[in-house]
């Protein structure tokens, strides 16, 4: 690793960009031609460990990733070793990739660039805004992602950082994934990213913890899934909910299932398999966990049992749906939490009398207080008129004597 200090600066890369002979070396000839403005200036998208450029290499659309500050061994080796595991078995929905050593002179140096394919298309934060409440377009997405998830998972593959800017829909509708830094794959398992994914799309207990397994997707894939399924029916929950950094929820709501609101907007979802999903999500942020077992940060889980396989399910016939690649815990019993349905008001019944007096209540079909006050009016009022008459007739004889 480089000395900071000596690193090439935005303004280094953007020279060398500049250069009208070719500056990528490496084991393939061709120049990187940058996209540029109207104004014929180059502005790359700016993440938070590298500067990104959109532009073509030999004519062919790619992103070229020059990294900030010097990129950690371990990244490199990652890319590597995930670059041999993908030749053997091929991912459709990871964008290509290859790491390039001292690629780019730039700043008076040489450094690594990491060149990845242009897929296309847009992002699904950019998708569902445009779509949200086609029930058709969105139904398709959700079995496409579905789809996504169960292959990935048997190819023993995670993306580890599944979000909005992640997950793309090319031109062709193909789903496809880029920023692999994270990716989980068996030659990657003792070799834990530094990146935990976002906040808005990871169970706490990752950000945290740092949890890490092949079961990594399995809490934000869920979000995402729930996420296009509820906009299908109630694409009001985009302008309400969407914040620009997530697509309907956020950290907040995982830490506080079953408080915030929109887990009661999902509760009177139309469609049960919206309903049915948020149940197992509230389940799993109430587990405590991120995957399958509990982890130690940073560190794969050593499993003490045979890890149990996904068990991978179709929307049934009773309309709910399992989540993306269920999977059931070898270790920890399921939290299971009931979501409160969201009822409309309803109104007193009119009560009528019934036909018939129930067999324990007295014949009369007063009740039985009513009979006794009854019962002491019926004593009281003659004695009362007898005591006034006795009364009328001694002030008559008082009178008369």
């Known amino acids: 690793m480089s000395d900071d200090n000596s690193w090439p600066s935005l303004r280094d890369y953007l020279t060398a960009m500049q250069r009208p002979a070719g500056s990528l070396l490496g084991d393939k000839p061709g120049r990187f031609v940058p996209l540029r403005e109207a104004d014929d200036t180059i502005l790359p998208v700016q993440g938070q460990s590298a500067y990104v450029f959109y532009g073509h290499l030999d004519g062919t659309p790619t992103v070229l990733r020059c990294f900030k500050r010097p990129p950690d061994d371990d990244l490199r080796e990652r890319y590597l070793r995930l670059a041999r595991y993908t ?14 050593d001292g690629a780019l002179y730039a700043g008076g140096r040489h450094t690594p660039v990491l060149l990845m394919e242009d897929v296309g298309g847009r992002s699904i934060r950019q998708h569902l805004a445009i779509v949200r409440g086609d029930e058709e377009k969105l139904d398709r997405l959700a079995d496409q992602w579905c789809g996504l998830t169960t292959d990935l998972t048997a190819s023993a593959l995670a993306h580890g950082d599944l979000q909005q800017d992640n997950i793309w829909i090319a031109p062709d509708d193909r789903l496809r994934l880029i920023d692999l830094d994270a990716v989980w794959a068996p030659p990657l398992a003792d070799l834990p990213p530094r990146e935990v994914g976002h906040p808005n799309f990871q169970h706490p207990k990752r950000i945290s913890d740092g949890y890490w397994g092949s079961d990594v997707d ?39 299932s079953m408080v ?108 039985v207080s009513t009979v006794r006050v009854r019962r002491k009016r019926g004593w009281v009022g003659p004695l009362f008129l007898l005591a006034l008459v006795v009364g009328v007739i001694t002030v008559v004889g008082s009178l008369i004597g």
Request: hydrophobic fraction near 40%; charge should be positive; proline fraction near 15%.
């Open 260 to 367: 915030s609101p929109i887990w009661f907007r999902l509760a009177s979802n139309s469609d049960p398999r919206v309903r049915d999903l948020t149940t197992q999500l509230a389940e799993l942020c109430a587990a405590g966990v991120a995957g399958s077992a509990s982890a130690s940060p940073v560190t794969r889980p050593v499993r003490k049992t045979a890890p149990v396989p996904p068990v991978v399910a179709r929307p049934g016939s009773d309309g709910t749906e399992p989540g993306p690649a269920q999977w059931t815990s070898p270790r920890a019993e399921p939290v299971v939490i009931k979501l409160p349905k969201v009822k409309p008001p309803k109104t007193e019944p009119v009560r009528r009398p019934a036909p018939k007096a129930p067999v324990n209540r007295p014949k009369p079909s007063a009740p």
């Open 87 to 100: 030749a053997e078995h091929a991912c459709p929905y990871f964008a290509d990739f290859e790491w390039w």
């Open 218 to 256: 399995r809490f934000s894939a869920l979000v995402v899934l729930i996420s296009i399924r509820a906009l299908a029916r109630d694409p009001g929950l985009w302008d309400e909910y969407h914040l620009d950094e997530n697509l309907i929820f956020t950290e907040e709501d995982f830490t506080q």
